[in-house]
């Protein structure tokens, strides 16, 4: 049987629904020693700024039960060092390269993809407006209808390529952002970013992560991703990437059902780098046994 395993964003086709979620590749180079990046649906890189930032003192990572929490604090080269250090070494791959993009203000937004879009290499652009490390930006745009509206819209007026917007789970109602996104021109949402958890030293009373709080992230989230991704499915008919707690193959088959037409990898990178290609692999294996011969007809196939 010939499997079709590509997937469509908006105006962008990806040759399968695996991509790598912000923040848990850098910019490429240390994955690509252990998955072959030409056979990955798409990459997305770490959140830029338009200035360098250093992000958070340490601690800025601990382990939880089934999952992760950090506070990096989107540290990251900034937009001038990454087109000329970084894209050259990403310019080697045949992968679309999607640009994260994280902001203090509205004009930051603006700024970082007007700079950004000038780059052939850069197929699309997500919009982190949901980091829940930092103190501007991040979350106080992403937990704001009016702020995630306007900001979708005046990026939308920046650039002609397809715009994502990485949506926030700590929200109480989620498909009202996607909506608000959709409504302002965004291509599609991705869902979720991390969770906001904290964990203490029972010793020293001590936060474990000197940020206090961080993002939760694996195993542990994807249930309340996968609901999130299935609430904007049923309400807003967009594009959804559904992002959290994927493990291997069959998790990516239960975002897909659930509404996702591509999904992100992100902690299990830490865990196997090599992971993402053999992911592939499986799922050409799944639907050969259950005769899907495109895997894009999986998604929103859920049965209520
Ligand atoms: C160490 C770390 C750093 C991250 N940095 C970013 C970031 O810079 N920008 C962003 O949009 N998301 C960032 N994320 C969130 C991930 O892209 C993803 O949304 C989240 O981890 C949930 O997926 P997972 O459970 O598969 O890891 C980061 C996650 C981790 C674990």
Redesign the pocket.
């Known amino acids: 049987m010939n499997i079709d395993l590509s997937v469509k964003i908006g105006s962008l086709t990806l040759r399968n629904p695996i991509m790598l979620?912000?923040?848990?590749v850098g910019y490429g180079n240390e994955i690509s020693e252990f998955t072959d990046l030409n056979k990955l649906g798409a990459i997305?890189t770490?959140?830029l700024s338009l200035k360098p930032r250093k992000g958070n003192p340490p601690q800025?990572?601990t382990e939880t039960p089934a999952?992760?929490l950090?506070a990096?604090g989107?540290?990251?080269v900034g937009v001038e060092v990454f087109l000329k250090e970084k894209i050259p070494f990403l310019k080697k791959f045949d992968v679309p390269l999607v640009c994260?993009i994280?902001a203090s203000t509205i004009e930051e937004y603006v700024e970082c993809t007007r700079t950004l879009t000038r780059e052939e290499t850069i197929k699309a652009f997500?919009i982190?407006i949901?980091?829940p490390?930092v103190r501007e930006g991040g979350l106080i745009f992403g937990n704001d209808l009016n702020a995630v509206a306007k900001i979708t819209d005046k990026v939308r007026s920046a650039t002609d390529k397809p715009i994502i917007i990485?949506l926030s789970p700590n929200v109480s109602y989620i498909a009202t952002f996607a909506k608000a996104a959709k409504e302002n021109g965004a291509d599609a949402v991705?869902a979720?970013?991390?969770l906001v958890g904290t964990a203490f030293n029972i010793i020293t009373r001590k936060p474990k992560l000197q940020n206090v709080t961080g993002?939760?992230?694996?195993?542990?989230?994807?249930p309340v991703?996968i609901a999130k991704v299935l609430e904007i499915s049923r309400e807003v008919d967009i594009p959804i990437i559904g992002?959290?707690?994927?493990?291997d193959w069959k998790d990516v088959i239960e975002f897909m059902i659930a509404g996702s037409s591509a999904v992100?990898?992100?902690?299990?990178?830490?865990i196997d780098p090599s992971a993402p290609g053999k992911i592939v692999k499986d799922l050409e294996g799944y639907c050969e046994k259950m005769s899907v011969e495109k895997i894009s007809s999986l998604t929103a196939s859920y049965i209520l």
């Open positions: 979620a912000s923040g848990t997305v770490k959140s800025r990572i999952g992760m950090n990096i989107l540290a990251n994260n994280a997500e982190n949901s980091c490390n990485k991705s979720i970013n991390t993002g939760l992230s694996g195993p542990a989230i994807k991703a992002i959290g707690g994927i493990m992100q990898i992100g902690t299990l990178n830490f």
